[in-house]
């Protein structure tokens, strides 16, 4: 972490980083490399830039006079690894302040975004309306879609950090004439990306541990680094902190242990390396 932060440090002293990009709220960066005053920008969905996505990339550029726009997607660790396999029972933490009607509520709520409807109605809208449905076939009305939801602030967006963006995942398949062959390059490309298997169950903390404290903590301390200390040597001291008055070691032997037991085997952890 430490050569993370000083690396980090070291890019905002080259100029070459939004200066705002701390205070961005969602979706400014979109906009900034929209008008061409940022060239890499991080985003979710296959379809960022798809030729014909009225709230993509590419069309937004187009329309504020960057007509030879051209974003394409990469990683840098496509081929090492770019994410981890997702696992079932992915598990969410609520405070124990909830009441439980509210706990209930949020379950349900969250189970179904998960499920088909909610998955139609969050990425594609209202049946009828903004796609017509004929078996497992979508056809999705563009022009609709863009008066209704990407001009109104693309609200919808909202809901994909939870919902899954591979309609397949359903048995779906999206009907769009629109899609054009420099955007199926960008679904093979994405799609190439190596995924780094599971470590086989989900990693949660026990009753008692504050995760949410820990987390906190830890960000503030980053923060602290990377606009009020000189440099990050003082991380292995921030470090301790978090480990000890707020409980990282505890939490992180216990996602050990939860690993270990998912494996079948012993492994051997050290919180302090």
Do not use: C
Request: proline share 4%; hydrophobic share 35%; aromatic share 10%.
């Amino acid at each position: 972490m430490q050569k993370v932060l000083t690396d980090i440090k070291s890019l905002l002293e080259m100029k070459v980083v939004d200066p705002d990009w701390f205070l961005n709220k969602y979706g400014q960066h979109f906009d900034k490399a929209a008008q061409g005053k940022a060239g890499i920008v991080i985003g979710q969905g296959r379809d960022l830039a798809f030729d014909n996505n009225p709230a993509g990339l590419q069309m937004k550029s187009k329309a504020a006079g960057q007509m030879t726009a051209d974003w394409e997607p990469f990683h840098p660790w496509e081929k090492t690894g770019t994410w981890v396999e997702t696992i079932p029972n992915n598990p969410f933490l609520i405070s124990s302040k909830t009441s439980d009607a509210k706990v209930q509520r949020s379950i349900e709520i969250l189970d179904w975004l998960a499920g088909e409807e909610g998955f139609l109605l969050t990425r594609y809208g209202k049946e009828g309306v903004h796609y017509k449905r004929s078996g497992k076939n979508i056809e999705v009305n563009q022009e609709a879609y863009k008066k209704d939801v990407v001009d109104n602030n693309n609200f919808l967006e909202i809901y994909g950090w939870f919902t899954p963006r591979k309609p397949e995942v359903f048995g779906l398949n999206v009907i769009d004439p629109k899609i054009t062959e420099r955007d199926k390059k960008i679904v093979e490309k994405i799609n190439s990306y190596k995924i780094l298997p599971s470590v086989g169950t989900a990693l949660t903390v026990k009753e008692g541990m504050d995760i949410g404290a820990m987390r906190k903590r830890m960000n503030e301390l980053h923060v602290q680094i990377l606009y009020k200390d000189k440099d990050a040597s003082a991380w292995p001291q921030y470090r301790q902190e978090v480990m000890t008055k707020f409980g990282g070691k505890a939490i992180f032997d216990n996602y050990a242990e939860l690993t270990s037991t998912a494996k079948g085997k012993t492994i051997k952890f050290k919180a302090e390396n």
